[in-house]
Structures are given as C-alpha cells and as structure tokens.
C-alpha cells in the first residue's frame, strides 16, 4: 500500500501540493485525475521519490520511500516526457535499467520490443512519441516492481497499442498483484482501466474513491418542469451539485442512492423525468465545478 500522510510542495512559493492524504490499496489500477496544474506530476514524483515532500510523508509498504534505496526498488516511475540517452538504443536502456532493477526481466523486455516492432539497436532519438512512451511502459512492466507509476502514458499512443498496453496491465495485476498508479487527462481512458480514482484540485485531494461505487452515488436527472414549487423542491430536497435548463427541460447532477432519488422524483411527479449514468469525465466536470472550476465561465 500506498500512504500519502498531509504532504505539502511548494516551488518558490507556488503551492503545488496542499496537504493531501490518501491511501492507495494493492492489486488495483489506481486513477489520478485533476485541473491542469492540480499537482498530477508532482504527487507522481514525490511517490517515486524523485522529489522530498515539504511536510508529511509518503510510505510505501510502511516504510518511507525518500532516500530509500529498498523502497525505491518497488517503483518504476513513467514520466509524461521520458528522458533517453542522446544516441542510446532500447538495448541500451535494458542494461541499464537491470543494473537498478534486480528483478528486472531483460529477455521478456527484448521479447515485448520485438513485438510492438521496436528495434532494439535502432536510436531512441529516431523513434515517435508514441513509440517512446511503448518503450517506457514495456521497460517498467519488464522491472517486475510492485508498483507502476505512469503519468500520461496513454497519450501518444494509438487505439490498438492503448488496448495492447491496457491487456499488459491486467496481465501483470492478475500474475503477479501489480499496481499501476494512471495520472491522466485522458479520462476516457481511465474509466476503461480503472477501479478507484482520486481526484486534485489547486494541490489538494477532493477525493479518493472506487470508481463503481462513485457512479452508483451521482446521477443525471433529466426532467420536464413546468411549476416553480417543483423546482424549489428539488433544489431543497435533493444533493443538487449542479442544473442547467432550456426552458422547461431541467438537468441536475445529483448526489444520493438511485431508488431514493428515483422514488423520490416518482412522488414529485413532473411531466416527465428520467435518471441517467454519468461518465467519469462528467463526474470530473460535476465535482470541480462545486470547488468553483466552473467549465461554462472558461468558453461562455
């Protein structure tokens, strides 16, 4: 397990990090979410240990994983723009990255380059973005670390080597109980491979929680309103986080058990209403917009 215990970073005086605590269980794709600059890449590296927290503490496994060579040896960080030798080939990054790794697999990671057709004494400089970020990822996976740190792995990546890697991922949980940790923009994709996401706001947390038991609790409720009582109603009864209307069509976002706002919606009798599930983006764009990051302000 992961545990992040009221962690604070600030760069000259820029608060990337405001005391955020969380726990993050083995055996489980684990999603970071958040605002551009809502601190995703800092929080990576401080787990990676790349990075020493100003306050709190980050244990992994319980014991603290800055200036922890043992720890350290757990985690394979994935950075959004990964660093290569100036004329290093993928061979070169293999040998490497074995002299860090003790478990790390040379000849399975020769195997996967082989087949998503990366040449191994080709330049790395000669490669595509996409091609960078497959050699990061069967790099990592090929460390045999418990835990993957991958901040924006996806992006670069075609549909087809997305899937290939994603099929990786739940091969590599099933196998051997590895941990991938997801920062992503990409939520889409998240939603996909993901079974519990966290979501940062201007450096702190505003939750951490399993994905399916999330959209269990938040619904879209579309309805038809024609009395002002009625909508005073549902305003004053139901979690509302957020409405938006064209003219006698209502849309509320709403927190709460699906049969209670169901039986509740049935008593109030609108002319018509129904309840909808919401995507991860949805549910991003819902809670953020509560902590005052209001989308519509940015394009209206």
């Not at 889409?188 to 399993?210: A, M, P, S």
Request: proline share 3%.
């Amino acid at each position: 397990m992961i545990t992040l215990q009221n962690i604070h970073k600030q760069f000259d005086g820029v608060k990337a990090i405001d005391g955020v605590s969380a726990s993050i269980e083995e055996g489980h794709v684990f999603g970071l979410i958040g605002t551009n600059g809502a601190g995703k890449s800092t929080l990576m590296r401080l787990i990676a240990g790349v990075l020493k927290p100003d306050e709190g503490e980050i244990l992994v496994d319980g014991a603290p994983v800055w200036d922890n060579p043992a720890v350290k040896a757990k985690i394979f960080y994935i950075s959004d723009s990964p660093y290569f030798f100036r004329s290093g080939t993928p061979l070169d990054m293999v040998r490497l990255y074995a002299s860090f790794y003790p478990s790390f697999d040379k000849d399975r990671c020769r195997e996967l380059m082989q087949k998503f057709g990366l040449e191994e004494k080709r330049k790395i400089n000669t490669f595509s973005k996409g091609m960078k970020k497959q050699l990061s990822v069967l790099c990592g996976i090929s460390a045999g670390t418990k835990y993957l740190l991958c901040d924006e792995t996806f992006d670069g990546l075609d549909p087809v080597m997305r899937q290939a890697v994603k099929t990786l991922f739940v091969k590599e949980i099933e196998e051997r109980g590895m941990t991938p940790v997801v920062a992503s923009h990409n939520l889409r994709e998240l939603e996909d491979v993901c079974e519990y996401v966290g979501l940062l706001h201007k450096g702190g947390i505003l939750f951490e929680r399993d994905l399916d038991e999330m959209k269990s609790n938040i619904h879209k409720v579309q309805c038809v309103i024609r009395q002002d009582r009625m909508l005073e109603a549902i305003r004053r009864d139901l979690s509302v986080l957020t409405m938006e209307n064209r003219g006698a069509l209502y849309t509320f976002t709403v927190r709460g058990e699906r049969e209670a706002v169901e039986a509740y919606m049935e008593q109030l009798a609108p002319v018509f209403f129904e309840l909808l599930p919401l995507s991860l983006e949805e549910i991003f764009i819902s809670e953020t917009e509560v902590k005052g990051y209001d989308v519509k302000a940015l394009i209206l």
